[in-house]
């Protein structure tokens, strides 16, 4: 699928990848698109995963409103939350992170 040439595009796209799901988000994460983001990652805890990999490597921007998604679902608040790993950023959105104080987050394996 060709991803749209549009500023606010975002995607959430789940594929398996071995044992747990990956997460590729595609576009552009902000204020309007996070809900969808915190609706897909509430849809795959319900389902029971144990484990969930966000890949951000085609994500092009990230606003606060993403990073909060970000940091509430990387809480060990409920235990059945899903562990959540955070892989591929770059750029600006590695950037967020860094300025935020939270480039913890970001796996760098």
Same mark, same amino acid.
């Given at each position: 699928?060709? @991803? #749209?040439?549009? #500023? ?6 789940? /594929?398996?990848? $071995?044992?747990? #799901? /990956?997460?590729?988000?595609h ?5 309007a698109?996070? #809900? ?28 606060? !409103?993403?990073?909060? @998604?970000? /940091?509430?679902? !990387? ?15 770059? $750029?600006? @959105?590695?950037? @967020?992170?860094e /300025? ?10």
């Amino acid at each position: 699928m060709d @991803v #749209p040439n549009r #500023p606010d595009y975002f995607e959430a796209r789940v /594929v398996v990848r $071995g044992e747990h #799901p /990956v997460v590729e988000l595609h576009g552009e994460l902000d204020m309007a698109s996070a #809900p969808q983001l915190d609706g897909c990652l509430r849809e795959l805890a319900e389902a029971g995963a144990e484990a969930v990999t966000l890949d951000l490597s085609k994500l092009d921007f990230c606003d606060s !409103s993403g990073v909060a @998604v970000f /940091v509430r679902w !990387s809480k060990p608040a409920a235990e059945d939350s899903p562990a959540l790993q955070l892989r591929g950023a770059t $750029g600006t @959105v590695r950037r @967020v992170f860094e /300025v935020a104080g939270l480039s913890h987050l970001l796996d760098t394996a």
